[in-house]
Nanobody, 124 residues
Framework: QVQLVESGGGLVQAGGSLRLSCAAS????????MGWFRQAPGKEREFVAA????????YYGDNVKGRFTFSRDNAKNTVYLQMSSLNPEDTANYYC?????????????????WGQGTQVTVSS
């Protein structure tokens, strides 16, 4: 079993930045592919970014490419999502996810574990 705890959400003005963190426990962190998803009110949960467990390759959704940076610190069992140039369309509950599988996927079904989410609100 893997436990994921997100933190770092909050209220920020358009154009600002936030850094989300996700701490994992319960399994060797380096064996997990990690991902971020987000869900805005009334919308489906969508893929934000993923980082593979083997190569450390990082993948971004088109909606955040060039503005968000995903990183992992295996020594701290933590991943980070640095978000810059935020706009109101980025307002959502952000979820950390983990998978035991190799590679990566933008599909929610591919991920085995989920955090409770952290709210990000961007004001105009």
């Amino acid at each position: 079993q893997v436990q994921l705890v997100e933190s770092g959400g909050g209220l920020v003005q358009a154009g600002g930045s936030l850094r989300l963190s996700c701490a994992a426990s319960g399994r060797t962190f380096s064996s997990l592919t990690m991902g971020w998803f987000r869900q805005a009110p009334g919308k489906e949960r969508e893929f934000v970014a993923a980082i593979s467990r083997i190569s450390g390759s990082i993948y971004y959704g088109d909606n955040v490419k060039g503005r968000f940076t995903f990183s992992r610190d295996n020594a701290k069992n933590t991943v980070y999502l640095q978000m810059s140039s935020l706009n109101p369309e980025d307002t959502a509950n952000y979820y950390c996810a983990a998978s035991l599988s190799r590679g990566f996927s933008i599909s929610m079904a591919w991920y085995d574990y989920w955090g409770q989410g952290t709210q990000v609100t961007v004001s105009s």
